[in-house]
């Protein structure tokens, strides 16, 4: 399964600290205001709306350091609105982010 490594997992694990439950919660905030964006950004129909919804998406990312989603929104900034392929890749961004598994963060599950 591919996922977003590096400084997202550096990020969420120095916030979380060895607390799962925290660690699922940080992931699941992320995961859903990228939804949010990204519906913003199909539903765009003029430059501006598009624009305002790729920056708020790259904030996003870049808070998190989701390198990945960071990219992807940067590119839907110098894209028409409602281009296919850029909006593929948020999708393919956000869908990794949202299939990440906690052990790479060095956190043991605990029954």
């Known amino acids: 399964m591919a996922y977003e490594?590096?400084?997202l997992d550096a990020t969420l694990a120095a916030a979380a600290g060895?607390?799962?439950?925290?660690?699922a919660e940080l992931?699941?905030?992320?995961?859903e205001s990228a939804d949010k964006q990204l519906?913003?950004?199909?539903?765009?129909?003029?430059?501006?709306?598009?624009q305002v919804a790729a920056m708020r998406l790259k904030g996003l990312a870049a808070s998190f350091h989701a390198e990945t989603l960071f990219d992807a929104?940067?590119?839907?900034?110098?894209?028409?609105p409602g281009d296919p392929v850029?909006?593929?890749r948020i999708e393919a961004a956000i869908a990794a982010l949202r299939g990440h598994?906690?052990?790479?963060?060095g956190i043991n599950r605990q029954s």
């Open 86 to 88: 850029v909006t593929r």
């Open 101 to 105: 598994d906690p052990a790479p963060f």
């Open 18 to 23: 060895q607390d799962i439950g925290l660690l």
């Open 27 to 31: 992931r699941t905030a992320l995961v």
């Open 39 to 50: 519906d913003l950004l199909k539903r765009s129909r003029c430059d501006g709306n598009w």
């Open 73 to 80: 929104a940067e590119e839907a900034l110098t894209c028409a």
């Open 5 to 7: 490594s590096g400084s």
